[in-house]
């Protein structure tokens, strides 16, 4: 069973920066992309952004030119680097695995979630 566990998540000041983590507990061969989604009270889950196996990266437009998302398949690790935070980039982000289990069939594993919160 594949574990997703997430790191980073706390307590920032406007205009700051936060790094999240997310590690999956074992080597995936067939992993399709890896990406964040957040969920502020009393709103939908969004996506934020998500990379592909080959490397291919999407963002939300909400979040265009302040966030990157990156890999480290050597370490099973995905990241989301979040540059000048904003009051409503608070929410639980939460770390997503798709992986290929079959032709044109996909399965995503979601992690616990991390919470982020941004106050002055």
């Known amino acids: 069973q594949v574990q997703l566990v997430e790191s980073g998540g706390g307590l920032v000041q406007p205009g700051g920066s936060l790094r999240l983590s997310c590690a999956h507990s074992e080597s995936i061969l067939s992993i399709y992309s890896m990406g964040w989604y957040r969920q502020a009270p009393g709103k939908q889950r969004e996506l934020v952004a998500t990379?592909?196996?080959?490397?291919?990266?999407n963002y939300a437009d909400s979040v265009k030119g302040r966030f990157t998302i990156s890999r480290d398949n050597a370490k099973n690790t995905v990241y989301l680097q979040m540059n000048s935070l904003k009051f409503e980039d608070t929410a639980v982000y939460y770390c997503?695995?798709?992986?290929?289990?079959?032709?044109?069939?996909?399965?995503?594993?979601w992690g616990p979630g991390t919470q982020v919160t941004v106050s002055s």
């Open positions: 990379i592909t196996s080959g490397g291919s990266t």
């Open positions: 997503t695995l798709t992986v290929l289990t079959g032709p044109s069939r996909y399965y995503t594993y």
